[in-house]
Nanobody
C-alpha cells in the first residue's frame, strides 16, 4: 500500500519560513512527477509547485521567488521550502506524486492527507 505523509506545517509570522516534507512509502517501483498543492478555507485547491524526476520545476506566480520545491529520489521524498511567508499563504498543503508500483506497474496519482500552514500578520 503506497502512502504519502506530509510534515513540517505549523504557525509562523509573516516574513518567516517553513519547510514541508512529503515522504512516499510502500512498495514503489518509480516516482515520476511530484508536487505541492494548497487549499485555503472556502477556496478551491490550487497548484503551488511541481517537480519532475529529473528536477525541472514549475511554480504558480504567487510563490515564484519565495518557495522552492526539491526532491530526494533515493528517499522518495519531496520538499517545499517556503520563505517570506504571507498571510495569504495560509492553507492546508497537500503533496501528490505519480507513482508506479507492482503488481501492475501502472502510474497512479497519490495524495497525502495534508498539513496546515498558518501565517499570521
Amino acid at each position: 500500500q503506497v502512502q504519502l505523509v506530509e510534515s513540517g506545517g505549523g504557525l509562523v509570522q509573516a516574513g518567516g519560513s517553513l519547510r514541508l516534507s512529503c515522504a512516499a512509502s510502500g512498495t514503489i517501483f518509480n516516482i515520476n512527477g511530484m508536487g505541492w498543492y494548497r487549499q485555503a478555507s472556502g477556496k478551491q485547491r490550487e497548484l503551488v509547485a511541481t517537480i519532475t524526476r529529473g528536477g525541472s520545476t514549475n511554480y504558480v506566480d504567487s510563490v515564484e521567488g519565495r518557495f522552492t520545491i526539491s526532491r530526494d529520489n533515493a528517499k522518495n521524498t519531496v520538499f517545499l521550502q517556503m520563505n517570506s511567508l504571507k498571510p495569504e499563504d495560509t492553507a492546508v498543503y497537500y503533496c501528490d506524486a505519480d507513482i508506479v508500483s507492482p503488481p501492475w506497474y501502472k502510474q497512479y496519482a497519490y495524495w497525502g492527507r495534508g498539513t496546515q500552514v498558518t501565517v499570521t500578520s
